[in-house]
């Protein structure tokens, strides 16, 4: 692994003797896009100010390339790229505004103007140029302000949920884009959001934040498929959540006791053990009665349906197993199995989409 | 209504016949009020850039501090600024009393709170987060000032208007301190003080028309920055 980019030692930011911030390491890596997720009022933002330098913590540490920063922090801020969540644009045209930032550091005219030209074209703004900040709409904008941090050649990309405040197609077009330029610059990001499927397309790795701390810090697949606690399990999707315990262990595949059923999982734990059986609900099925000999996953439940309700492109299912099951199912899925609440079904889910979590029962 | 009439027949006259003696008062209040205006301004951004972005212990009283330097009494302002320039007084051996300099820190006290606390309320009003963008771009703590100076140039060049408004209209203070002496501290305002006293109303209100007018053309000057388009 490289040698970390910039590092946070020992962060704690206190506002009014309150801790927001209680980060003791966290590197980012060159290349690398790091996605910070977590609620509202996590911290994100303010540890995105203190990764850019614009907040002092209360204590700790900031290091740039192994040097520690202290003093005039303008050499260290030049180097890096913010984006916010509003687009803050100043009021001037397109182009006044991706220029600014080359402006401030006296690159020349002659460089400026081809680097403007650049990234202008790149986020599909050249045509805008000349217009009014003022007269954008928040596309349009929101291409500006990342066509502005780009212009500038960062070493680290800052980005504080830049796509919030967009409609859907305007958001995809733009990921698209952004995508797109992180792939071709391999430029170190961190990209803070709230939104799951927004990690999960750009991140290579995830820290979840909460309350002030890092939860968790993986790659997507780690912290989405095996959260560490039942917090950061729900954050990430995982809707299915129940107490249960290893009854035994046999090459690897566990028998768990949750409520009157049995379940089958793939663990390392030893029998004995109380864990917390998560599932995701696009990890679970449902046929009906008849159909359930057909199915080759390891656990199917009886269940009925106690609620059915459109869901975005899928329709949310949620089941009664002796505990709250909640599948996703496509809306053909729903019309081909004509069931409906009341209905008796069979949920199944394989071995493997079981996530367990070691937990001592309160 | 004669009287009005005559005193614009008589303020076209004087200023199209070169009488030296309304040149020389409009030329001494222009410098005054152009120094003062300049120092409140240089002054009143200092402070409301401090007061506004580093958000000090203490910044609603200081801003009320100002804000109340809004209505600061002219007589009073020039009663302080004599006590401190009299020979006896703390700044008495830099022989400032009735002098032009005299004028310029009296109208300078008076101009600076209206251009602290409207400047202030302009900066507070931008977005917060524009400050921190703009850092975020590279700005050195000056540049940052600069950039957002020019985000709220409309109310700041308000805030400029309003203390020239201030400063340039001033007649209390400016007696006070300045003397009204003819040839040197005699501003436009001291004058139709004077032409009044003296029952010469036909001058007083000639000169009402040129200090009306300079302040028309100045604050036209001040409103067309105002309202330029911002540069690309």
Redesign the interface.
Known sequence: MSAPLLQLQNIVVEHARRSVLDVPCLDILPNEVLAVVGPNGAGKSTLL?II?L?EQPSRGKVLFAGRPISGNS?NF??R???V?Q?P?L????I??NVR??LS??GVPANDRQRRVEEWTTRFGIAGLR?R?ARTLSGGEAQRTSLA?AMV?EPEIL?LDEPFSSLDAPTREALIDDLDAVLTSKRVATVFVTHDRAEALRLGDRIAVLMGGKVRQLGTAAEVFSSPVDSEVAAFVGVETIVPGRIREVSSGLASIIVGENTIEATTELPPGSDVLVCLRPEDVTVSGLADATLMSARNRLRVAVTRVRPAGPYVRMELDAGFNLVAHITKQSLEELAISPGANAIASFKATAVHLIPHRPG | MDLIWDGVTEALRLIFSGNGYVYEVTFTSLLVSGSATLIALVLGLGIASFLAFRAPPGRTLALSAFNAGMALPPVAVGLLVSIMLWRTGPLGQLHLLYSRTAIVIAQAVIATPVVAALSTAALQGL?P??R?????????RW?AAL?LF??ARLSLLAAGMAGFGAAISEVGATIMVGGNIKGSTRTLTSAIVLEVQQGDFETAIALSFILLAVILGIITVFTMLQQRR???
Request: a positive charge; glycine letters at 8%.
């Open positions: 100010r850019g614009l303008l801020r030049r890096m790229a913010f916010f509003e803050l100043l009021d001037t045209s182009e006044g600014t930032g401030l550091r000349r009014s502005r500038l800052l | 977005n987060n524009l921190l963008q703009v850092l975020a771009l590279g700005a050195s540049q950039l020019r985000e911002p540069p690309a």
